[in-house]
């Protein structure tokens, strides 16, 4: 059984222990709890080097120190601290970076609320356990053989067809059943490669319908997004050894994920309105009558400061957007400013819950869009972002990627 | 009278207090309520994410539910307190609640209260120790004739 070591401080005050408990034992995994004495606090504290008030954080600080001098067992970590405790954030933060330049354990990290529930936390419990059991097929760099990836998301079915290190076919579709889209994704990414599905060496299937897909496939391997799209990423980006933020803004929701060495430690998804979204851009190209694919290029030569356009709802945004229009804005100042409005809300709702490490990997389809890309760097501060190729298809080349670890059928 | 402690799980404390024959107020007394009761099964405290609801009453919607959660149990103690004992710079193994912001709030809402109260730096010699349990039985006994 995968024991995850929990380092954390107020969980048991807001009332979700069981809740942390109940997501590990959903995927084989048991909580344990590092000991840690009296005096052993102090020492560890005072070697450790950082003054906190709170003795639970104290606390924290001595679980995470003995698991990097092996006293406390355990195969990964997960560490929370309450949601809004400027202390346990910069803690959190710390005793993570501490324990991944000192062990090799996965460690995924969480800000909770007295509302976090089991399900919430499946998809780390899953990415830990899966981690720990599939360690060696996750330090895979090379995609070897032919191998085809399905990534199932909740918009749109991603399928990317691999041969030894390089993508020979691909499919992008909105996803409307499940399995046909898988289908017809596969069609298109088989389609002039000469080669059909008996071919193959092997499938990895990720996403929100893997499942059911990797059922009714039969996949090799089935695997939470998580870690899936945090391969793909780096692959992608040939950032695959040290710290990176991998960043989806979706059609419907938007997805940040932080990775060391290319294993993910933490992430946060959500978007309170669609105004933060690629929807809102999607509505603004056909506003200005642009197709989609134009709206990026359109946006890098207008200026986001000459059109208003800072609404968190779609519709008032839309408002915001044909006021401008009206006064005379042009269209490329509009499609500046819509891009702008994405990233400022994406910023504001979701980077800040998370520590955002250079350099940014931007995926997804909104990723092609390249007033979006700029406008992220900047709010960032001018922050190194790259669009790798492909990077509408992490999901599906992270799934072929790993599974080529398995090796041939 | 209701005695209420910080840390409000000090054991030496609470002793101290119910020699002179008043109520400590002390956290344990709740945690064993709560502990005790077979309805609900939150392990370790039994509690759950009513209780940070619950600690609105002492801290706002954005203040950390580890914070509210705490404030749930040691709050309704504040409440009740008669006369109070506060001592300051207290290692762990004296009584603790854990979270500096808590033990901050705490000490803030027993301040505001205007009852009696004793603030005291933890001693740090045996000369200062003698010294801290007379004047806590000073002060106890001072609560017992103004309380008639």
């Keep these: 059984m995968v024991k995850i070591a929990q380092i ?54 001595a679980r995470a120190m003995s698991i990097v001098e092996g006293k406390a067992d355990a195969d990964a970590v997960f560490i929370g601290t309450c949601f809004r405790c400027a202390e346990g954030a910069l803690v959190r933060n710390e005793v993570r970076r501490f324990i991944q330049q000192n062990t090799n354990l996965p460690v995924v990290t969480y800000s909770f609320t007295e509302r976090t529930k089991a399900d919430e936390l499946f998809i780390r419990m899953e990415a830990l356990s899966t981690i720990v059991d599939r360690k060696s097929l996750l330090a895979r760099e090379k995609q070897e053989g032919l191998t085809i990836g399905i990534d199932s998301g909740s918009t749109t079915t991603k399928v990317v067809l691999m041969e030894n290190n390089r993508i020979i076919g691909t499919g992008w579709l909105p996803t409307t059943d499940v399995i046909k889209s898988a289908e017809d994704g596969l069609k298109s990414a088989f389609e002039g490669t000469g080669y059909k599905l008996d071919d193959i060496d092997g499938m990895g299937v990720t996403g929100y319908g893997r499942l059911t897909i990797g059922k009714h496939y039969n996949a090799d391997l089935i695997q939470e997004e998580l870690s899936v ?59 200005l009558g642009v197709d989609i694919s134009e709206l990026g290029g359109l946006a890098l030569k207008g200026n986001y400061k000459n059109a ?102 | 009278m209701k005695i209420a402690i910080f840390p409000p799980n000090s054991l030496i404390l609470a002793d101290l207090i119910e020699r002179k024959g008043h109520e400590a107020l002390a956290l344990q007394k709740e945690i064993r309520k709560k502990v005790i009761d077979p309805e609900i099964d939150s392990p370790p405290f039994n509690i759950t994410e009513e209780e940070p609801i619950k600690g609105l009453k002492y801290a706002a ?88």
Excluded at chain 1, 13 to 26: F, L
Excluded at chain 1, 340 to 364: F, K, M, N
Excluded at chain 1, 386 to 394: A, T, Y
């Design chain 1, 229 to 287: 799209n945090s391969k793909g990423a780096v692959y992608l980006a040939d950032r695959q050894k040290g710290e990176a933020t991998v960043l989806d803004i979706g059609g419907m929701d938007n997805k940040v994920i932080t990775v060391n060495d290319g294993i993910p430690d933490n992430f946060t998804m959500g978007g309170i309105c669609a105004g933060a979204s690629g929807r809102f851009l999607e509505i603004t190209a056909r506003r």
């Design chain 1, 308 to 409: 208003l356009l800072n609404s968190y709802c779609i519709v008032f945004g839309i408002q915001d957007l044909v006021t401008s229009l009206a006064a005379g804005g042009t269209k490329e100042d509009v499609a500046s400013a819509a891009c702008y409005s994405v990233a400022e809300q994406v910023y504001e709702q979701q980077l800040q819950e998370i520590d955002v490490r250079e350099p940014i990997i931007q995926v997804g389809g909104t990723s092609l869009i390249e007033g979006l890309v700029e406008a992220v760097s900047s709010i960032l501060g001018g922050i190194e972002v790259i669009v790798p190729d492909n990077s509408q298809h992490i999901g599906a080349v992270g799934g072929a990627l790993l599974v080529s670890g398995l090796g041939k059928k």
């Design chain 2, 61 to 148: 919607i954005e203040v950390p539910s580890g914070v509210r959660g705490r404030m749930a149990i040691f709050g309704p103690l504040i409440d009740e307190a008669d006369a109070a004992i506060i001592m300051e710079e207290a290692p762990y193994g004296f009584g603790c609640v854990g979270c500096a912001r808590t033990n901050e709030l705490s000490m803030y809402y027993l301040r505001k209260k205007k009852i009696p109260i004793l603030e005291l730096q933890y001693p740090t010699s045996r000369e200062e120790a003698i010294e801290m349990v007379n004047t806590i039985n000073t002060f106890l006994d001072g609560l017992e004739e103004k309380n008639g």
């Design chain 1, 8 to 61: 954390s401080c107020g969980t048991e005050y807001s009332g979700i222990q069981k809740e942390i408990e109940k997501a590990a034992a959903t995927f084989g995994a048991e909580i344990v709890i590092p000991e840690a004495d009296l005096d052993y606090i102090d020492e560890a504290y005072h070697k450790f080097g950082f003054n906190v008030a709170s003795s639970s954080i104290r606390l924290m600080i």
